[in-house]
């Protein structure tokens, strides 16, 4: 599991995964993803993609439409898609967009992140946030 350049996480802890799936996983679960991007996307040297002109939100706008098939082909959905217009309540980061994904258990979502392919588009993701915070929630109505 990595982290983004800045140290603020952007993977779950082994911790975190294990609580995971100790729970009841069956779902519908929604994963309320909070984002922040980098003006320009950071991409490891190595990378075909460092140095370009690329802001962090096209980079992980490249990562979401990857996510986004691996999310609908195992029964799930985008939920929502949103542009943060202002913090109206608190005072934590500046979040640029919300997204929540709709899975239909854990096991879906733990599929997912070990497909090679899934795996492979991390790279666009981790160039793209400067943070995140992502809540697993369990809707209350359907």
Not at 16 to 35: E, K, M, Y
Not at 95 to 101: D, E, P
Request: aromatic residues 8%; hydrophobic residues 35%.
């Amino acid at each position: 599991m990595t982290d983004s350049k800045d140290d603020q996480p952007i993977e779950p802890t082994e911790a975190q995964i294990a609580t995971l799936l100790s729970s009841d996983t069956q779902g519908p679960f929604h994963f309320v993803n909070l984002l922040k991007f980098r003006e320009i996307a950071d991409y490891p040297a190595d990378h075909p993609l460092a140095g370009k002109a690329i802001t962090g939100e096209e980079a992980y706008r490249t990562y979401g439409m990857v996510a986004h098939a691996h999310v609908t082909k195992r029964g799930g959905r985008l939920v929502t898609l949103n542009s943060v217009q202002q913090q109206l309540i608190g005072n934590s980061q500046e979040w640029h967009q919300v997204a929540t994904m709709e899975y239909e258990n854990i096991e879906a979502f733990m599929d997912m992140i070990s497909d090679p392919d899934y795996v492979e588009s991390l790279a666009h993701r981790d160039a793209g946030l400067e943070a995140t915070e992502v809540f697993v929630t369990r809707p209350i109505i359907s």
